[in-house]
């Protein structure tokens, strides 16, 4: 019992605190690994953003024990982050290091940032597939 309510205090702790980064941040994401059901921790990714037609390499950053990153693209005063951007999952060394191989060296995901919405760009993986969505 008594590990159950520990269980759901550092649940809330950690919810709250990605809540948090919302309002800091603009951008994040989340790795869920099908495959085991589990999230993908400490999975390279790198956030890039289309300038005059060439990519521009703006952060990288490892996914944590629950396979989230909160803190891409920082809510500047006075900064607009409108444009096209792509986050890049490095997803083989996952695998690797799963003692799996996996089909996709890397995911590459394209999407469009307008105004100062927050915006969250999960995936949901496996070594032979992988898929996206706009979530909340």
Do not use: C
Not at 72 to 91: A, C, H, R, S
């Amino acid at each position: 019992m008594r590990a159950a309510a520990l269980g759901g205090v550092l649940a809330m702790t950690a919810t709250a605190s990605f809540a948090a980064d919302q309002g800091t941040y603009q951008l994040s994401s989340h790795i869920l690994d099908i495959s085991t059901g589990k999230p993908a921790p400490n999975v390279d990714v790198r956030l890039m953003k289309q300038v005059n037609g060439v990519w521009k390499l703006l952060d990288t950053k490892k996914t944590g024990a629950d396979g989230r990153i909160g803190e891409f693209l920082p809510n500047q005063e006075n900064v607009k982050n409108d444009g096209t951007y792509k986050l890049i999952f490095e997803t083989s060394p996952y695998f690797s290091n799963q003692g799996a191989k996996s089909f996709y060296p890397y995911v590459e995901v394209n999407f469009n940032v307008e105004g100062d919405k927050h915006y969250h760009v999960p995936i949901t993986l496996s070594a032979y597939g992988y898929s996206t969505y706009r979530g909340s």
